[in-house]
Structures are given as structure tokens and as C-alpha cells.
């Protein structure tokens, strides 16, 4: 994440305490994460205890199975945007108040995966936008900064992760993981083979493999961009 931040702040006025802050802040953020499988699938060979058997060795397989798909990619990006505005200001000679408040805006994108060749494109997933109000009050209460009580109270939105949009439909980030009991003979473990040819007539591999589900995906509804309330009664 990259963020930038401009502000602007008045000094105290005349024989008062009395300053203005007024910021904006961005925010861009990305998440990329990619979980293939070399040569498409991994291979899982019985050994059925014979004594022959060489893992590093195919030919002394008697029987081999393979693991396919399972597979991960995201393309993510989030961004944010704020302006804020605080005040603080002296009502006599011992009391502070600092008045505040903070406009939030979020976006989270989804670039799926497209596969070679293809054109991809960026789909907006979520989005969310508040206000979070916050004041303070600071007492001096025996004078010249020896001893002062202290109230705070605000709201905090939680900075947006990119990587939390993996289960959004659309975004097609997990694949199944489909588990073959029977595989052809081979000569090297390194063979490789695409879903086509797996699936051809007299490939030999099985017909029906195991299923193991992990690609759900569900529709966002009612997202809401999580914070915190909290209040503070310090002494010093």
C-alpha cells in the first residue's frame, strides 16, 4: 500500500489557543498471490509395500494416482480516500476542547483470473463509505501543567485489505481439487498432461474423480467497512 497525506494548519490566534487542522489523504493498495501446479497436476504413486518400489523410479510404480486443480490467483487492489477536519481551542485559561471530525471512502477490486491471451478486466467488488465523529477535553486542574483530567472519545474505520475479496462472485481465485485413483504407466515422473488429454478416450486415467469443493463464491450484500468506538479517561 502507498499512501499520501496533505495538510493544512492555522497557528493560535492573537492571545488565544486556538488552531484548525484540515487534511485529505489516498490511499492505493495491491495483493497479488499465485499457488500453481507444475505440469498441471502432482503425481501420487502406490507402493502397495513392494519391495521393488522406488519412489524416483515410475517404472516400479504399480499403480499411480494424481492430484489436479486446488489451485490459487488473486489480483486484488483497494483504494481510499479521507478528508478530515479538526479544531482546538481554549475556553479560559484551563480548559481545552478538541472537536473533530473525519469523512472515509473505500473500494475493493477483482481482477480474475483470464488465462493467456485473454482480456481481463477490473470489476469493482465492494464498497463502503462513513463519517466518524471524535472529541476530546482536556482539564488542567491544579494548574500550570502539574496535574490534568482527560476525555476522549472517536470513531475508527479499519484501513481496507485487498486480499479479503477472494470469495466475491466473479473473482474466481480457488480452483476444485479433483483427486484420479488410476493414471496411465509412465516412464517419467516429469510427464505432463492437460484436462483435454486427461479426459480423452484411453488416457488412462479414471472416469469419475474425487471432488473436493473450493470454489465458492457468494454475492456481497450489506459490506460494511469495519471500525471501532473508543474513549479514553486519561490523568497526568
Not at 4 to 29: C, D, K, S
Amino acid at each position: 500500500s502507498v499512501s499520501a497525506t496533505v495538510e493544512w494548519r492555522t497557528r493560535p490566534v492573537l492571545f488565544t489557543e486556538h488552531e484548525l487542522t484540515v487534511g485529505a489523504e489516498a490511499t492505493r493498495g495491491r495483493w497479488r498471490e499465485e499457488l500453481t501446479r507444475n505440469g498441471g497436476l502432482t503425481w501420487r504413486p502406490y507402493s502397495n509395500n513392494a519391495a521393488t518400489f522406488d519412489p524416483f523410479g515410475p517404472p516400479s510404480w504399480p499403480g499411480v494416482a494424481s492430484e489436479w486443480g486446488g489451485e490459487v490467483r488473486i489480483n486484488s487492489d483497494n483504494t481510499a480516500e479521507a478528508l478530515y477536519l479538526q479544531d482546538k481551542f481554549t475556553v479560559g485559561s484551563r480548559l481545552t476542547i478538541e472537536p473533530g471530525i473525519r469523512y472515509g471512502r473505500w473500494s475493493g477490486y477483482i481482477r480474475p483470473y483470464c488465462g493467456a491471451g485473454a482480456a481481463c478486466y477490473r470489476f469493482e467488488a465492494v464498497r463502503d463509505e462513513a463519517v466518524d465523529p471524535r472529541f476530546g477535553i482536556a482539564w488542567d486542574v491544579t494548574g500550570p501543567g502539574t496535574f490534568a483530567a482527560k476525555a476522549h472519545w472517536g470513531r475508527y474505520h479499519q484501513g481496507m485489505f485487498a486480499l479479503f475479496f477472494d470469495r466475491v462472485l466473479g473473482a474466481d481465485v480457488y480452483s476444485n481439487l479433483l483427486f484420479y485413483y488410476q493414471g496411465p504407466s509412465l516412464t517419467d515422473s516429469r510427464a505432463t498432461f492437460t484436462p483435454a488429454q486427461r479426459d480423452a478416450p484411453g488416457s488412462g486415467f479414471g472416469n469419475v474423480p474425487e471432488v473436493r469443493i473450493r470454489d465458492q463464491e457468494g454475492v456481497v450484500d450489506g459490506y460494511r467497512q469495519p471500525y471501532v468506538d473508543q474513549s479514553l479517561f486519561p490523568l497526568e
